[in-house]
């Protein structure tokens, strides 16, 4: 089946820090994948997707690039700040018959001034 | 436009009580999802509904019934609530499976004693 792995947090950065939160998957025929965030208290939001190999999604300073031949979808932000504290979850969709995310455990990011 | 709405926020039962979780979209939206959330386990999961009046199970579903007996509804029910039950429910909707993001609510926070 469909499997998301993403590194374990916390993690803790300086403002303007470089971020990296690894993510790898496991899935069958071409999925898109996904980052959502989580601010405290909130549900989750879309932060960025990418449907086929190759393709870099890119909001609010994040970007992941999907790559097929390492099947990993890493999210990058080059200078973060105190407002990206958050939970990041990467998931996936297969967009088949299965309806359904299949989404990581999540990393606690914590950003201090 | 309100999004997805969850009602109630909060809720502590007794176990053996039952309970049921509203989740209202306005988007119009044809998919339906609730998913639990537990500490280190990411996002699961329970049931799904591809339209008015349809539901399917998830990956755990026991314990807890749907309905969807308008577009813009999706019940959540727990006829006997047990401690292992006690978790963060999210309601998510999407115009479409697979490619389309899913739109998440604020979450109940259900606290089983």
């Known amino acids: 089946g469909n499997s998301v792995t993403q590194m374990e947090g916390p993690v803790t950065l300086s403002e303007e820090a470089f971020l990296t939160i690894n993510c790898t998957y496991t899935?069958?025929?071409?999925?898109?994948l996904f980052w959502y965030v989580q601010y405290p208290g909130e549900g989750l939001q879309l932060l960025l997707k990418a449907t086929k190999a190759d393709d870099k999604g890119s909001n609010k300073g994040f970007e992941a690039t999907y790559r097929k031949e390492t099947t990993s979808f890493h999210l990058e932000k080059g200078s973060v700040q105190v407002s990206d504290s958050a939970v990041y979850f990467c998931a996936l969709s297969d967009g088949g018959s299965n309806y359904k995310l299949t989404f990581g455990k999540g990393t606690l990011l914590t950003v201090n001034p | 436009n309100a999004g997805v709405t969850q009602t109630p926020k909060f809720r502590v039962l007794k176990t053996g009580q039952s309970m049921t979780l509203l989740c209202a979209q306005d988007m119009n939206h044809e998919y339906m999802y609730w998913y639990r959330q537990d500490p280190g386990m990411g996002l699961r999961l329970i049931h799904y509904s591809v339209g008015e009046g349809t539901t399917a199970k998830g990956e755990v579903p026991d314990g807890y019934n749907v309905s969807r007996l308008k577009k813009q509804n999706f019940l959540l029910g727990l006829e006997s609530a047990a401690p292992s039950q006690t978790s963060v429910y999210f309601c998510?909707?999407?115009?479409?499976?697979?490619?389309?993001?899913?739109?998440f609510g604020p979450g109940t926070r259900l606290t089983v004693t």
């Open positions: 998510a909707s999407s115009l479409d499976r697979g490619l389309y993001e899913q739109y």
């Open positions: 899935a069958t025929g071409y999925p898109s």
